[in-house]
């Protein structure tokens, strides 16, 4: 592997998981919406017990997208110096 095809690798792969890290990131902001209108509702043992897994889901979700975003921009930065060393 030389390295310009490891600098078209690390690009490629910095803009996909960049973009695909929204996709987990937004789960998390789904669960903490849903978390939040189940505080405010009425409660009962369903209510109690689905309380519990979605805010078990907003850290999931949320640490998923922002591993991704942050291995995205190391890519970026690894793109970078493969790219001042060309």
Known sequence: MNLESLQVL???????VGWLSII???GGWYARRRF???LKAPLTDEVE?????W???IPRWTNIGLSMAGF??????AWLIV????
């Open 49 to 53: 017990h689905l309380t519990h897994l």
């Open 83 to 86: 790219r001042a060393i060309l």
């Open 24 to 26: 987990p990131l937004s």
């Open 10 to 16: 690390l690009w490629k792969l910095a803009v996909v």
């Open 72 to 77: 995205s921009i190391l890519c970026f930065i």
């Open 55 to 57: 805010e078990g889901r």
């Open 36 to 38: 939040r209108i189940l």
